[in-house]
């Protein structure tokens, strides 16, 4: 059955740019773009800072996430998954209470206990690691996860998907020895060039976060030099130009954060790389070294495209919806000229989804063909099938920057789509490929 292509952009006299031409110097309101091709809304009776997602921003989003599970999978990083909430204890262990606590949800008593929605995941990984004893031969230990977390954020900051109170994160802890410590930061800052790349986003600069004056740091001079040297040593490496910035430093130790702008020139951090020695030490941490004593372990905490929510508002931003393949709600829409070829539309349909891709049909019975190409062009692929087409089971494509390409062979067609979406490439059509 034809469906409407999800993709137009009701509402949005910036999408009537020609193709291929995107705004630059001012991005997309991600908030209002985003209800207007139904990505996500909220609703007060959810609350404020919830936002809840609709069926194709929930498709942006397990893109994503499943983007970066692949990816961390090829790295060697296990995946765990942990609870949202833990005891008050927990968090005075790991000194979330005592630095973090105003960011935090109040704790609800729970018969003798009082519980706390958590508001990071790394002292639930610190007690994954506890829980069994570990060789110095099983380091580095990658543990990864996609999970939920929560920030007692005032009304008055939240907006959109940027600042909301439930947080989806894509977080990573490698415990490590301390001459592995580089190498892994490298690692995790290649993963998270090779995303941004895929993404189509350019960070605005990269930013080495130092503790600055105030009481919200451990005190713990001689750890914090030891962990800013490393992270020095590794951007010195990298070749990236960055900048130090004292007093954006998480409480436990320095990072390196990558920032991104929004069209009003604000920035916020998309991706990290912490080195962190303080909570292995209040968590007593250890391995076996070859020596046979315990040693303590660093923690490294990695996320590569930071949280679901702020990733998914800055692709918003940065794309005007127009999403690079492997991440359009819809990837291909099947354009028959007339009611003749609706047979053969859907079957080239339904073949497409059988090769994994979303696509959907748009019939005449949403208008003419022009019309409909208005209608599906933030759709990366968009198959025409006249008579002619039908006849040889051809398929005439017209990408989403203007280019058409003659008509081929259909299935031929749907292959390389998917292999191009498979590599999760930013380019609709290699400018060779004819």
Known sequence: MSSKPRGGCPGASSCGRPPGVREETTMHDHRRL????????????????????????????????EYVRDQERRAGYRHVYSPVLGKRDLYQISGHWSHYRDDMFPPMDVGAEQLVLRPS???????????????????????????????SELSGVLGGLTRVRAIQLNDAHIFCTVDQVADEARGALDMIRRAHHA????????????????????????????????????LDGSGLQYEAAEGEAAFYGPKIDVQIADGAGRESTLSTV???????????????GADGGRHRPVMVHRSVIGSVERAVAHLIERHGGAFPAWLAPVQVVVLPVSGEQAGDAEAIAER??????????????????????????????????????????RAALRLRDGRRLDPRPADALLLRIRSLVAAHSPALWPADAG
């Not at 609709?54 to 397990?62: F, N, Q, S, Y």
């Not at 990984?125 to 999970?147: T, V």
């Not at 292995?280 to 076996?288: A, C, D, I, M, N």
């Open 352 to 393: 497409a989804r059988g090769l994994g891709l979303r696509a959907e049909v748009a019939g005449p019975e949403r208008g003419g063909l022009a019309a409909r190409v208005r209608e599906a062009r933030l759709v990366p692929y968009q198959a025409v099938v006249g008579a002619r087409e039908a006849a040889d089971g």
């Open 121 to 151: 995941l790394c002292p639930h990984h610190a007690i994954i690691y506890r829980s069994r004893s570990h060789s110095y031969r099983e380091l580095p230990l990658r543990m990864a996860e996609l999970g939920g977390m929560y920030r």
């Open 199 to 234: 993404m189509g986003i350019v960070p605005a600069r990269y930013r080495l976060s130092l503790p600055g004056p105030g009481g919200k740091y451990v005190a713990a001079p001689e750890l914090w030099r030891r962990a800013t040297d490393l992270l020095t040593e590794v």
């Open 274 to 288: 912490q080195v962190d020695f303080h909570q292995p030490e209040r968590f007593g941490l250890h391995y076996v």
């Open 34 to 65: 985003g209800r207007e091709l139904e990505l996500f809304d909220t609703d007060p009776l959810i609350g404020a800072g919830l936002p809840y997602w609709l069926p194709d921003g929930a498709t942006v989003r397990h893109a994503l996430e």
